[in-house]
């Protein structure tokens, strides 16, 4: 299968929940993207994904159990929608065989796979991409122009989180065959750093001008599984005290080469509502997602709870002012949409993937990292600088979110 | 000097601003309470405070330069509120003279005088309280008082800071004789801990079958009181320059022994809206301060921010109630008040103090544990347990808020 100029022909491998959310809210419906192929294990996904996409799109993509039965397809490029475990060997194996990758978020199982992620691009040069869709949230967007603009000054602190109550989908996924259960009972670490991590890396350059060098990460007992088992099923269902090895919540703090700390606090197995706990904090100002404020004294804007929106007209990003002109579309209050414009734009136009190889290993490497400072009760561990050094001189020009909009406005 | 049945002859040592701010706020007017002598280094402050006291409440009390000239007089109880460093030593010296003791906050400046005071204690039984004013905060009390009655379920995680801009005083309170900048010029670490550890720790019954076991502290750069000082003094200001060992955010992770973790944040030389970020969550529920919301499914009370308010009828603590009823009154929204309270009714009634020599000793350790930390690299330290062994048997009975409150309400 070969391109033409406008068209991409995509293959899309795992078609579980969010592999459907991607179809139907981000993927389909795209005048240049037609899903050539797709592929998940589970021949009913196959079937359900290859009628949805006749029925919105008016075509059957071709359908597969097997990734290498898609890889040999050679679609222009491949969405890889599968369980985490399966995200970096699935990239490398298209990298290989030169088809471009876009790939679902997750952490990495160790740091050698990160590293042959690395080497893998740098052998082949195929194009690979993070699809961390929170980089594209309105506020995260807001926060960076405002921090590119220097308006909070120097940026000293930063925090986030994946504070989500995943207690129904952990603890009763399994029978719509998801994975985290697996992960739940066997690991204990920061498993989901990137949706917090991906905006504060932006801010703080990582890999541009700066990177992340060490942290630490301890988990608390794990308590939340176990109470809602029981409650949902009573005493004697088997998850009700079942020794998980998952800490209710994990609290990473990382060190930056210019000093700045990130704090990381993974939640998911407590009720809660949800929070991306996105807070940054520079010698000048301050955001905060908690109770959606900006602290700016120097803006005339009074500080209370909600002004954040009070900024948006003055200081939304580019991206989000024509995407709220044009019509904001696609799942996750449009971050798939635009997560997917990045990248098809990035390849269509050949230039570098906003969210680079180096990025994803540096983010997904957390949580190998995390669980090595769990285990050896909380030591700090040193974080790889994947980019061998050229993190010293990469610099504006690979800054994404302006090379993605500049003379755009 | 010697107490009659009904009235308690104070002395008060450290009269810069807490202590001039105890004497309008906390001790003055008092039926019960007379301050019989007050000290301070500085003559000029030592007169200001015996005329303020004739002034409000009618009488001059002696006034003297000397710790040792008060501590000779033999007040009923003496209250300290000096530069930091003075608090373990005064406590120590005053217990050792059989004078009982309520201590003002801050860190302790090494383990071995953490362990001092407790030994002195045990050596003497002289009656030792910090004065943590925070544990009596109306929200953290509430939030306690949910929390006994099982509402959040089993509390697995908490977070506090202590988040307050205090650039002015720390770069130019030494014209008004301040100390805190010299700390700040040459010590890294959580210098602030307790007015948010104190209600976690309560909550969490630290050292009353629970206790801090192990940490790790990781501090930014320090960049906030540098740019401060450029922005009010000009480039050529000293301190516009100064290359100072305080880093502007210092994060600190906690353990405690039954695998419930604890976040703590300094944060005091950035621009930004006071908080202490008081936050508690469990297997049921979760209060976060940051937006003043309380989340309990099971309540019928919707999840908003600013709901905590909402919760206050039913579930405000009995103290809280009666104050409130009775009319607030005392400093900092009357924790103040309700902090001295305390004191003295334990001292009246020779009951246990409030929060005892064991709980200044843990929480007040944090500072040079965390500076430990950060000096070895974020390394986890082990906490001390200050009760050799203790904790595991102590109980109920010392649980201050229910022994202060039972039948009362």
């Avoid at 990239?91 to 690395?118: F, H, R, Y």
Wanted: glycine share 10%; proline share 5%; with cysteine.
């Amino acid at each position: 299968m070969k391109t033409n100029d406008s068209v991409l022909h995509i293959g899309l491998v795992g078609l579980g929940n969010r592999g459907q959310e991607l179809l139907k809210l981000a993927l389909l419906g795209r005048d240049n993207v037609k899903i050539a192929c797709v592929c998940d294990v589970y021949e009913d996904r196959v079937q359900a994904a290859v009628d949805l996409i006749e029925q919105m799109d008016g075509y059957r993509p071709l359908g597969v159990t097997s990734y290498e039965q898609m890889l040999i397809q050679k679609p222009d490029a491949v969405v890889i929608a599968t369980p985490w475990e399966t995200h970096i060997p699935f990239a490398i194996a298209a990298m290989k065989a030169n088809i471009p990758v876009g790939c679902e978020v997750g952490g990495a199982t160790s740091l050698d796979e990160c590293w042959q992620l690395v080497h893998t691009y740098e052998e082949t040069h195929t194009p690979c991409m993070l699809l961390e869709n929170c980089c594209f949230g309105q506020d995260e967007l807001m926060v960076l122009h405002m921090v590119r603009q220097g308006l909070f000054g120097e940026v000293v602190h930063c925090e986030g989180g994946y504070r989500h109550d995943l207690r129904e989908e952990i603890c009763f996924g399994e029978e719509n065959r998801h994975y985290r259960l697996r992960h739940y009972k066997n690991r204990s670490g920061e498993n989901y750093p990137t949706h917090e991590l991906g905006p504060i890396a932006k801010v703080l350059r990582i890999n541009r001008g700066n990177r992340m060098v060490s942290l630490t990460s301890t988990a608390s007992c794990a308590r939340g599984l176990n109470a809602y088992a029981k409650e949902k099923r009573g005493e004697h269902d088997l998850l009700a005290t079942y020794p998980f090895a998952q800490g209710d919540v994990v609290t990473t703090v990382i060190r930056c080469a210019h000093g700045e700390t990130i704090t990381l606090t993974l939640d998911t197995t407590l009720p809660r509502p949800y929070s991306r706990g996105f807070h940054v904090q520079g010698t000048k100002g301050m955001y905060e997602e908690a109770n959606r404020s900006v602290f700016l004294p120097d803006s005339g804007i009074p500080y209370e709870f909600h002004n954040a929106s009070e900024y948006r007209e003055r200081f939304d990003h580019p991206m989000w002012k024509r995407f709220v002109k044009d019509g904001v579309r696609g799942g996750h209050g449009g971050m798939d949409g635009l997560v997917f414009d990045a990248f098809f734009a990035a390849l269509q136009q050949g230039k570098p993937m906003p969210i680079d190889v180096y990025d994803m290993a540096a983010w997904m490497s957390i949580t190998p990292l995390s669980e090595q400072s769990i285990a050896c009760g909380s030591m700090p561990v040193a974080i790889p600088d994947f980019t061998s050094g050229a993190w010293c001189s990469r610099g504006e020009e690979e800054e994404w979110a302006y090379s993605l909009t500049q003379g755009k406005e």
